[in-house]
């Protein structure tokens, strides 16, 4: 693989990962999962550099170009773990608020009083 192989291998993989940090942030997570398959290919092409020794060679731009893509990766993964727990919580709060849902209204004294086979049809006070 040559170095212009090399050079579009990398930045390919460099650039996605922006993409998806920056769809991420924007709280655009389907969007950003949707390049999976684009990053499993540049996943590819980073792999044979990988298995051809090329990335173990003595380039300093090309250490830090892989450090770069190391650390946006695992800056990604902390963001789509925010993601999960967003998720997560949502599904939490969303299942409990349905158990302390009361229809009715109060009494005198601040007594909840419940609606039974509560159907609508009811007047209203104007």
Not at 94 to 112: D, F, N, R
């Amino acid at each position: 693989m040559g170095p212009v192989n090399q050079d579009i291998a990398l930045d390919q993989m460099e650039a996605l990962l922006d993409q998806e940090r920056q769809l991420l942030q924007e709280g655009r997570a389907r969007e950003a999962a949707a390049l999976s398959g684009q990053k499993l290919e540049a996943l590819g092409g980073v792999q044979a550099l990988m298995e051809s020794g090329i990335l173990s060679g003595g380039d300093a731009a090309l250490r830090a170009q892989v450090a770069r893509i190391s650390k946006r990766a695992q800056e990604n993964t902390i963001l789509l773990e925010a993601v999960r727990n967003g998720i997560n919580s949502l599904l939490i709060r969303m299942s409990q608020s349905a158990a302390g849902v009361h229809v009715g209204s109060y009494g005198h004294k601040g007594a909840q009083l419940t609606f039974t086979q509560a159907t609508g049809g009811y007047l209203k006070r104007v």
